[in-house]
């Protein structure tokens, strides 16, 4: 099993950046796949991206070219770094394995992109 912290989120306005943090605990950490979803307001939780163990990334076509995905398997980290914004952004952002069965969502972490 794999348990995880998100944070980073915040408000900003449009065109702006954040970077999420997630903090990840589990000795299977590094052989598996973790991705970032969200959820908005009203809307159902999707995967933003995707990041393997070795480094492949993909994402969602609504953060192509906005968005990256990156990891540290030493530190056991995962990071989202969010450039350009955009007020349909605004969800609160989750860290998790991609592949679990029966994933725990945690606490995530709020980003509210508004003027």
């Known amino acids: 099993q794999v348990h995880v912290v998100e944070s980073g989120g915040g408000l900003v306005q449009p065109g702006g950046s954040l970077r999420l943090t997630c903090a990840a605990s589990?000795?299977?950490?590094?052989?598996?796949?973790m991705g970032w979803y969200r959820q908005g307001p009203g809307k159902e939780r999707e995967l933003v991206a995707a990041?393997?163990?070795?480094?492949?990334?993909n994402y969602a076509d609504s953060v192509k070219g906005r968005f990256t995905i990156s990891r540290d398997n030493a530190k056991k980290m995962v990071y989202l770094q969010m450039n350009s914004l955009k007020p349909e952004d605004t969800a609160v952002y989750y860290c998790?394995?991609?592949?679990?069965?029966?994933?725990?969502w945690g606490q995530g972490t709020q980003v509210t992109v508004s003027s």
């Open positions: 990041i393997t163990s070795g480094g492949s990334t």
């Open positions: 998790n394995n991609r592949y679990a069965s029966r994933p725990y």
């Open positions: 589990g000795s299977i950490f590094s052989i598996i796949t």
